[in-house]
């Protein structure tokens, strides 16, 4: 039974990824737990504000470093625009970026095999479905420089151009979130 399944799931990989894409979405919700405090409660309550006022937080007198990271932030504050303040709006950004890992996953995999692999490790990974629970800076970063990186690896491919201009945004994008980024530099020098 489990070989017919695995058998069928390599022949659709696409099928294995909604499939791991929506078991991340429903172990995400069920699991998430009440708000944390410390940097999370920090970020949400930048985006809340940012949500409220977008002007006054950038006053000059403001010098939290929470306040500069807008990639991490201005989503959330977008997300409590469209669906108001909750957890759930809260962690949806750590959300999408779990995703984004399990697709970059996906679409680094050069066969069925090792993509079938790749999403059951994403789909298992608890470090990485509880990191899509809180609101921290660093699965977002991660998600935007693992994007970078997997666009770099495919400069070579026809419209090269396109992809290390995805490789620009995605790294530029990964540093607004948290600086740690730079280390994406060493990829770009290499």
């Not at 026809?158 to 490789?167: D, L, T």
């Amino acid at each position: 039974m489990l070989r017919a399944v695995v058998d069928a799931l390599m022949r659709r990989p696409w099928l294995a990824l909604v499939l791991a894409l929506v078991a991340e979405i429903v172990i995400a919700v069920v699991g998430q737990p009440d708000f944390v405090l410390g940097d999370p409660l920090w970020y949400a309550a930048v985006a809340s504000d940012l949500a409220r006022d977008f002007g006054g937080v950038f006053s000059p007198a403001e010098t939290h470093p929470f306040v500069m990271r807008v990639g991490l932030t201005v989503p959330v504050a977008l997300f409590y625009k469209l669906f108001g303040v909750s957890t759930l709006a809260t962690n949806l950004y750590p959300l999408i970026a779990a995703l984004g890992v399990t697709v970059v996953v996906y679409a680094a995999a050069p066969t069925p095999r090792a993509k079938l692999i790749g999403l059951a490790l994403a789909v298992f990974c608890t470090p990485l479905l509880s990191s899509a629970t809180v609101l921290y800076a660093d699965l977002p970063c991660a998600a935007l420089m693992a994007a970078a990186v997997l666009c770099l690896a495919r400069r070579d491919r026809p419209r090269g151009a396109w992809w290390i201009a995805g490789a620009a945004v995605a790294t530029m994008a990964a540093f607004l979130v948290k600086e740690t980024a730079l280390w994406t530099g060493i990829v770009w020098l290499y």
